[in-house]
């Protein structure tokens, strides 16, 4: 019970502080700049307010560092999150930032963020490690403990999973629900192996999102942009880490896998075959150009998802 309130507190920051962020975004004129190859029909949500995932950040991260502090929970496992979440929600903030300073959709370069990644991968795995967690990688008949080696697995791990989330956070409300589920199983999880500070941090992200989604559902009045989506993959990542488990986003986050899977196929096919898989990737995108609307997408990719956790659920 007395994870209630901080879920009540992320939620309540939320749903409250996210009307005036959309009022002043509208005010200015600022909003998302649509893809140029993307759908037509996407382009009458050119100018809707984005990166409210500023607002759930910062509620996740003052929610999650005074409730653990009041709650004397604020051990290893707290620190990582919190600075999982502020590290990544900062690259997806500047990236967001150039963008909508620049009137284009690219923010910054690859290369800017593969090191930025690279970096904060590596300062996170450092503070677990200096905080005395085990933190081992499971493998079938053993399991890898050495610090260089889970530096390594922790980058490509970390940014795989931010990375994705980017990708499948491209439909009214799609990435918000999806990690409204993936968040909730790992609660479960966190809650089952009486890590009680990780079930904490799981719920107040889970809070945090249910408050965004009443405005980031179809039609959207804002979107997360790379702030929150950024922020949320990793911060996925990083759980699973944390509880030495780490395959068990594989199912958890099957929709976030799928949806890197199809572009990197798509990208794989047409410059060795010259052809495409899929209509459009993100795969997301192609079951639209398939005649899908894109509530129907939504709520399938919805239930992929919440069927993918139970199953995870039975089997970890």
Same mark, same amino acid.
């Given at each position: ?23 002043? /975004? ?17 382009? *009458? ?19 999650? %560092? ?64 200096? #905080? ?8 079938? /008949? ?18 795989? /999973? #931010?990375?994705? *989330? ?17 968040? %909730? ?43 929150? #989506? ?7 990542? *990083? ?16 929709? /976030? ?35 899908? #609307? ?10 992929? %998802? ?11």
């Amino acid at each position: 019970m007395e994870l209630i309130l901080p879920f009540a507190i992320s939620f309540a920051i939320t749903v409250s502080i996210m009307p005036f962020f959309i009022g002043y /975004f509208n005010y200015k004129k600022i909003g998302q700049t649509t893809r140029e190859d993307g759908p037509k029909w996407h382009e *009458v949500k050119t100018g809707t307010p984005t990166m409210g995932g500023t607002v759930f950040v910062a509620a996740i991260l003052i929610t999650l %560092g005074l409730s653990a502090s009041f709650m004397g929970l604020l051990d290893g496992t707290i620190w990582m999150l919190l600075l999982t979440f502020l590290l990544f929600g900062g690259i997806g903030f500047v990236d967001d930032f150039i963008s909508i300073f620049k009137k284009r959709n690219e923010g910054l370069t690859v290369k800017q963020k593969f090191v930025s990644q690279l970096v904060f991968s590596g300062l996170i795995i450092l503070v677990g490690y200096l #905080s005395k967690l085990t933190i081992a990688l499971p493998l079938v /008949f053993f399991q890898i403990e050495n610090v260089v080696l889970l530096a390594v697995f922790a980058f490509i791990w970390i940014t795989g /999973f #931010s990375n994705a *989330v980017n990708l499948t956070d491209g439909l009214d409300g799609l990435a918000t629900g999806l990690n409204i589920i993936a968040y %909730g199983a790992y609660f479960t999880l966190a809650m089952q192996a009486h890590k009680t500070s990780l079930a904490l941090a799981c719920l107040i992200v889970v809070g945090a999102l249910i408050g965004f989604i009443i405005y980031n559902k179809k039609p959207a009045k804002i979107f997360m942009g790379d702030v929150g #989506s950024l922020a949320l993959g990793a911060g996925l990542a *990083v759980i699973s880490i944390i509880l030495n488990n780490p395959w068990s986003l594989l199912i958890i986050g099957l929709v /976030f896998v799928i949806e890197t899977a199809s572009v990197m196929l798509q990208v794989w096919s047409f410059k060795t075959r010259g052809k495409r898989i899929f209509k459009m990737s993100p795969i997301h995108h192609h079951f639209e150009m398939s005649g899908w #609307s894109e509530t129907k997408v939504v709520i399938v990719f919805w239930a992929t %998802g919440l069927l993918a956790a139970c199953i995870a659920l039975t089997i970890f």
